[in-house]
């Protein structure tokens, strides 16, 4: 099993930035990928990044490339979703998820491919 804990959400501005992080315990040697997802009322978990256990290589959507950067502390077991140039509509429920499964970037983009689970951090952008 593997423990995550997100932090860092809150409240700012448009055109500001935030870091969140996730931290992992447990049974962290199964993780291969750790991914971050969004969520606003009524719609599906959006994925917005993820980022290769070992080795660190990260994969981005179009939405937020440029703009949201993935980075992991592996002597912390942490990876960080580091969100610059904040827009209103960036505001949801962020979440990090990780898997123990090794495939491509399609695969990891899916919440459903993510066995493991935070419990969310509120991220709130004011225009």
């Known amino acids: 099993q593997v423990q995550l804990v997100e932090s860092g959400g809150g409240l700012v501005q448009a055109g500001g930035s935030l870091r969140l992080s996730c931290a992992a315990s447990?049974?962290?040697?199964?993780?291969?990928?750790m991914g971050w997802f969004r969520q606003t009322p009524g719609k599906e978990r959006e994925f917005v990044g993820g980022?290769?256990?070992?080795?660190?290589?990260?994969y981005y959507p179009d939405s937020v490339k440029g703009r949201f950067t993935i980075s992991r502390d592996n002597t912390k077991n942490t990876v960080y979703l580091q969100m610059n140039s904040l827009k209103p509509e960036d505001t949801a429920v962020y979440y990090c998820?990780?898997?123990?499964?090794?495939?491509?970037?399609?695969?990891?983009?899916?919440?459903?491919?993510?066995?493991?689970w935070g419990q969310g951090t509120q991220v709130t952008v004011s225009s």
């Open positions: 447990g049974s962290i040697f199964s993780i291969n990928y």
């Open positions: 980022i290769r256990w070992s080795g660190g290589s990260t």
């Open positions: 998820a990780a898997t123990p499964d090794y495939s491509g970037s399609y695969f990891y983009s899916r919440a459903i491919s993510y066995a493991y």
